[in-house]
């Protein structure tokens, strides 16, 4: 029933009576409890919670009463993200036990607009990875290929959006876990542009780069999701309001920056992109080529500021406050036995972290890496005054073998290569997929142009 | 590099195996030749960037207000590794 389902025909069909709320969880987590087996999509369910709710959505519908706009759509969230009574641990042992206390931001628009939470999604731990094979519990496979991996971070939140196991899912994306995981998954994922959504309630990664975002199956469910997630929060002094209006042109001019089909690229990805490209065309929509010149240090870049601010955030992990807690001799003793916890690469990139910050080398790479940060700002800048949008594919290769990159940690960041630029200039940025392919189609817009991409992405839709 | 490894394991507060502690340098000596890579940029006159946004600080009277019910502050209470009461227990500092 769900896999034919968008948000608005199942709002109608809702209201309409051809199904209750009830009767549609009860299938929907039968569904799940015989299917995720295979996939590992979630690391908790929210079945008795979700059944409740949905009770009292077929309630309002009998009383014919006022209904809120995601009435009774199930949703799948990313477990870094609070919710208040459930469990949420970041995919890491030093959480494992943790439940929230109060919603995020997020998550108290969703319920207010209605929206049924089903359950909490598999993720690398803390945000850090490109796989999900790094959570500290299970990996989640690729549903189009249980050999693959699902990208990552927010692998659990692509793979239930491409399971059918709800409508739409909640990611993060510090430097492309939304994006890359939707490519992977064939489904349509959004990075909005930072602080257009409130962060208060996401578990930090890195905070001057973190963005919730929707995951799903189509652009305009997409759209519909960012609508009531987006706006100022009194509770993230970094979160604004959209108050930027496009008018609609009647011609849109889109750059492909020459710097991002060079080598490394597979010939499949390229191809792809090319046709998704020509589709465009005969659209009407015209191209050019534009370079953005900083590109080949983006990477080096966003690892040094995405560390540096991982070393810091992750500092409140000592044990005492929130989380498990090992008892050494002393304080010091007890903070590093508790947070010898964490997971490789967390402690790879924590220790990463502390080195670019410490004297005598925070001015040869931390600062250096924050000019850099403004170079590269710049050059899309410069690619906006001549363009509208920005099209590049979202990742260099399609999805890889589970434990292919598992070991090397270098070729695992590869993976962000296309991705990361965008977080660090803190722009909008689209993936959706192309060709039927596991593989995504990355459309960036100027800061607030949410709306802009959401038009241009649909264009490709309707075919 | 001078400070080796474990002077910054030492600084991030975690605890390395004897064991693991070769593996780790590997990776991240490799690592750190990568991020290496912006050595050879000219960022003469460049203002380092800390922030996307070109936000102004948000300035408000400094009010006490509630967070949360008394629920809440129960549930925050009792995530903690130890407490006595409304008294939450750390281990000795001095």
Do not use: W
């Not at chain 1, 722009?427 to 995504?440: D, K, Q």
């Not at chain 2, 300035?59 to 130890?82: I, M, P, T």
């Amino acid at each position: 029933m769900i896999e034919n389902l968008t948000i608005e025909n199942f709002l109608e069909k809702l209201k309409n009576k051809e199904f209750s709320a009830k009767e549609f969880f009860e299938k929907l987590f039968e569904k799940i409890e015989k299917e995720d087996k295979e996939i590992g999509a979630f690391l908790s369910l929210n079945k008795e919670g979700a059944i409740k709710e949905a009770e009292r959505i077929d309630e309002l519908i009998s009383k014919k009463e006022k209904l809120p706009p995601l009435c009774g759509v199930p949703c799948a969230i990313k477990d870094n993200i609070l919710v208040e009574g459930l469990k949420c641990t970041a995919g890491s042992k030093i959480l494992e036990n943790y439940v929230a206390p109060f919603d995020a931001t997020v998550i108290k628009k969703l319920k207010e607009a209605g929206a049924i939470i089903v359950g909490k999604t598999n993720l690398d731990e803390f945000a850090m990875g490109s796989s999900t094979e790094y959570s500290a519990f299970k990996i989640t496979r690729n549903p189009h290929d249980p050999e693959r991996v699902p990208g990552g971070s927010s692998g659990g939140s692509a793979a239930a959006v491409t399971k059918n196991f709800c409508l739409f899912s909640l990611g993060s994306d510090t430097g492309g876990s939304i994006r890359q995981p939707a490519g992977f998954c064939k489904v349509v994922g959004l990075k909005p542009t930072y602080g257009a959504v409130s962060r208060f309630g996401l578990i930090a990664f890195a905070s001057s780069l973190d963005q919730i975002g929707p995951m799903t199956k189509n652009v305009r469910d997409c759209e519909i999701v960012f609508e009531i997630i987006k706006g100022k929060d009194i509770l993230d002094s970094t979160s604004v309001e959209i108050e930027r209006k496009f008018e609609e042109k009647k011609e849109i001019k889109v750059g492909i920056p020459k710097e991002y089909l060079v080598e490394g690229i597979e010939p499949e990805v390229k191809s792809a992109f090319e046709s998704a490209v020509k589709k465009f065309q005969e659209k009407g929509v015209k191209f050019e080529e534009i370079s953005l010149p900083h590109t080949e240090y983006a990477l080096p870049c966003y690892y040094i500021i995405a560390c540096a601010e991982a070393s810091s955030n992750l500092a409140r992990y000592d044990g005492l406050r929130y989380g498990n807690f090992c008892e050494g001799k002393d304080i010091f003793d007890t903070y590093s036995k508790t947070r010898a916890l964490f997971g490789k690469e967390v402690k790879r990139r924590i220790i990463l972290g502390t080195f670019v910050l410490s004297a005598g080398y925070y001015e040869a790479f931390y600062l250096k890496a924050q000019k850099v940060r403004r170079k590269i700002k710049e050059d899309f800048e410069r690619a906006f005054e001549k363009v509208d949008l920005i099209f590049t594919p979202v990742s260099p290769t399609l999805p890889f073998k589970i434990g292919e990159k598992i070991e090397d940690p270098l070729k695992m960041y590869l993976s962000d290569v296309f991705t990361v630029s965008v977080n660090l200039a803190g722009l909008p940025a689209i993936s959706i997929p192309i060709e039927n392919l596991p593989v995504g189609l990355q459309i960036i817009g100027p800061p607030f142009s949410e709306s802009k991409i959401f038009q241009v992405a649909k264009l490709y839709e309707r075919d | 590099m001078e400070k080796n490894f474990e002077h910054f394991a030492k600084l991030a507060k975690i605890h390395f195996e004897k064991e693991e502690i070769e593996s780790f340098e590997k990776d991240f000596l490799k690592i750190l030749e990568f991020v290496k890579k912006l050595e050879g940029l000219d960022l003469k006159d460049v203002k380092p960037l800390s922030h996307p946004l070109d936000l102004e600080n948000v300035e408000r009277e400094d009010k006490v207000k509630e967070f949360g019910n008394e629920k809440l502050k129960e549930k925050l209470k009792e995530s903690f590794c130890e407490r006595k009461g409304n008294f939450l227990k750390v281990k000795k500092i001095l």
